[in-house]
């Protein structure tokens, strides 16, 4: 496998990585390890955001994406960690739910949209609604996605309790995610194609 991380702007963090794994296999390892990435010793340290891309490689030839079960696990300085399984698919579709969605005092959720095409030089217009449970939609935002990008966002403040619906004009693939301000939980929301 081609393992690569890209920060938000399209740009590489670090070192390609190249992987091969037995049938079975997995990898556990730290991100800054895998890719090689130097963090200056400043404090506080740098947030850096992006994402992951999974190629298959057969010889020198690159295939699409390959979507797997990643963990993301993080600790901060106080003693709190957190840890989160996303269980991708290959699934795709131009509508989704995430059938749950808080964004509270104690609690947080959020989103990661991915546009599934990467071939076409057309935008992906996205269009998120947040329903509170009366069915009430409380925000609604729009993204003009490029191919093969992404986009994130934590549900607005002061949603108790309700769901996240999404339509797109391609297909798109979606994850959400639900943690504790506390970061006594953090776990995925699995999105339902409609």
Do not use: K
């Not at 506080?44 to 797997?68: E, M």
């Amino acid at each position: 496998f081609e393992v690569r991380a890209v920060n938000d702007q399209g740009g590489a963090i670090g070192e390609t990585a190249q992987i091969t794994l037995q049938p079975g296999q997995r990898l556990q390892t730290t991100v800054d390890g895998l890719f090689r990435i130097v963090i200056p010793a400043i404090f506080p340290p740098p947030i850096i955001s992006g994402y992951i891309s999974i190629r298959q490689t057969t010889g020198n030839q690159t295939g699409p994406p390959v979507f797997a079960t990643v963990e993301i696990s993080a600790t901060i300085n106080l003693g709190n960690s957190a840890s989160l399984l996303y269980p991708m698919s290959d699934a795709n579709s131009t509508n989704w739910i995430l059938p749950f969605a808080a964004s509270s005092s104690s609690y947080f959720s959020g989103y990661a949209i991915v546009n599934a095409n990467e071939l076409l030089n057309v935008q992906n217009e996205v269009v998120v609604e947040v329903v509170n449970s009366a069915g009430g939609v409380v925000s609604r935002t729009t993204y003009s996605l490029s191919p093969a990008t992404r986009q994130t966002a934590l549900i607005p403040p002061g949603l108790t309790s309700g769901y996240v619906r999404i339509t797109s004009s391609s297909a798109v693939h979606v994850v959400g995610s639900i943690g504790t301000t506390n970061l006594n939980l953090l776990d995925s929301i699995t999105a339902i194609p409609r």
